[in-house]
């Protein structure tokens, strides 16, 4: 999911407009980007047929697998997927980019851009985390699901090789978080390759079941759906639970936009992947249908697998495998991804953050949260055992999502696109319907496993939630305290001996003297000839442009206050930004600056500014964040840190 680093984007960001490829601007290129993106973006979605449709037959609600069943389930696929991916995701939300960038904290950032200040900008903001923190689950589950989904297939193969299901699996599994730290540029150039052939394969299977029995294509009629509903009433409803398996994968789409852009991955899904899918949705329905209602019971415990003939099932398996592991693998992505978004808007303390290619400033690894990810996928195959119980576990992450992005779109349509409420309403609400619909009918999951996402989104929202509150009451208490800069300067420069070199100051605000400088000439009684307090600002737009980084402002005898900008999708490499800097003196030589640093211990106080379980968990993040000499990329042996103390 970390391919490319869109440039800066097209005008009008975050309304309909003419179409944008975040940044591929060539049109020449269009076709290669919808190619890379069928093998980055669409594998989530495009495994789905391992588990969905037998899901909804072989799972808890007990359909009777007859022609108007099958059916209803694969006329509830169709028009799911046509209106929560096609038309929801790929054909609105899209739409609203932040600058060419996607997902829920990129259509945040949009939001609080145009409502921010008004009484329900903060309901926003929480929304948007929340759904970013439901991720995490989602990340959690879908390589376990994937994978052993299709390591399953083996028992189809040959039934006495399902005790070796388990240990193939965690063996994949183990394999794919340590290929993480080698970064994914090489293996990446496969993806799209294998991710076509697998595409053109499960739709040739499906095809072949269409042709031997179309009957099944009665089922692109909306009646046979509400039929369902009608027949079988709660069945119908809780059936739901497992057909939206089937659009897995469609925040994903969204968030990848600003890697490919809106127009090939629109020409992507509906010019190849979309028709895939559904032609071997279709096939396993219409190969469940034109069997004997004994027969049909057994092929429908794994039906994707029987579409292809024995002498095939091994390499389908072997395919099916590599999809999943490819699936995972931008699924991992996409979690490092998100969490360097978080961080840089501020929700998230700072982790150790490695790149992973040398021209693709996108492509990073957070040992963290790899290893993070890691631990928790082996446990959910350890405790889970089979992917049908974890399917227990999926899709209320997935649902509460959607349906928290369908909110959003509420907002975007008003806030941003300016439409009457009139007008956006009967539009939200059917989205609201729909996606509330399969939200509702997951929440029926939750005992049986349905729990775990909401734990690890509830977890992460805590933590979300709490860095950021820390993080401002911590500013707060420090901006109360703070020196003017134009006062300090003035006293300073005749109190302290005045040596050479420059010395840079790192200050999270723009105003005051940073408490490193007051503890520097407390104890030494140094001034540098050239001192500089910076400040990194990250914007809430993806990107800034070059020429926009610098801000410098000469404050006369030899200090200077600076501020870098970057977007939340750069890298804060604040050596190479000092290199932009032509009005700071002169030219920063690294050789002859130094770094202060100020590192806050946290005291207890008497009023604390949240509760205080909530203020341990801050100082607990605070303690454990990595060290801005690694955020900001400062070299190692030009760093002082300097440490102070703050109440919050």
Known sequence: ??????????????????????????????????????????????????????????????????RMHVLGVVSLIFWSMLIVVAIQYV??????????????????????????????????????????????????????ISVLSAVEGLTVVNPGLDPLVIPIALVLLIFLFILQSRGTAKVGALFAPVMIVYFV??????LNQIVQNPDILWALNPWYAVQFFISDGAIAFFALGAVVLAVTGSEALYSDMGHFGRGPMRLSWFGFVMPCLLLNYFGQGAMIAGLPAEQAAEV????????????????????????????????????????????QLGFMPRLSIRHTSETEAGQIYIPVVNWSLMVAVILLVLTFQNSSSLASA???????????????????????????WFLALPVVTFFLIVDG?????NLAKVPDGGWFPLVVGLVAFTLLTTWSRGRKLMRDRMSETALPIEIF?????????????????????TAGVPSALLHNIKHNKVLHERVVILTVLIADAPYVEQSERCEIHDLGDGFYRAVLHYGFMQETNVPQGLKEMSRCGGEFDMMHTSFFLSRQTLLASDKPGM??????IFAWMLRNAATAMDFFRLPTNRVVELGSQVEI
């Open 1 to 66: 999911m970390n391919e490319t680093a869109p440039a800066p984007s097209p005008p009008n960001e975050g309304v309909p407009s003419a179409d944008s490829h975040g940044g591929h601007g060539q049109s020449g290129s269009r076709t290669a980007l919808a190619v890379g993106a069928i093998g980055i973006v669409f594998g989530d979605i495009g495994t789905s047929p391992l588990y969905a449709f037998r899901e909804t037959f072989a799972g808890a609600a007990s359909i009777a697998i007859d």
């Open 437 to 441: 619909a399969y939200f509702a009918a």
């Open 201 to 206: 394969t499960i739709a040739g299977l499906g």
């Open 91 to 144: 054909t609105i939300l899209m739409r609203a980019d932040n600058k060419g960038q996607g997902g829920s904290l990129a259509l945040v950032a949009l939001l609080s851009r145009h409502i921010g200040r008004s009484s329900y900008g903060w309901l926003v903001v929480l929304l948007g985390v929340f759904a970013t923190s439901l991720f995490y689950g989602d990340s959690m589950i879908t390589p376990a």
């Open 300 to 343: 429908v415990r794994n039906p994707f697998f029987l579409l292809a003939s024995e002498e095939y099932r091994l390499p389908l398996v072997i395919l099916a495998t590599v999809a999943t592991f490819i699936a995972s693998q931008a699924v991992i992505s996409g979690a490092f991804s998100i969490t360097h978004q978080a961080m």
């Open 611 to 616: 509760p205080i379980w909530r203020e341990k």
């Open 489 to 509: 300067a003035k006293s300073a420069k005749n109190s302290a001996t005045r040596v050479p070199g420059t010395a840079i100051f790192m200050a999270s605000q």
């Open 394 to 420: 999926y899709g209320i992450a997935v649902t509460g999502a959607v349906t928290i992005d369908t909110l959003l779109m509420g907002v975007l349509f008003v806030g941003v696109w300016k439409w009457k």
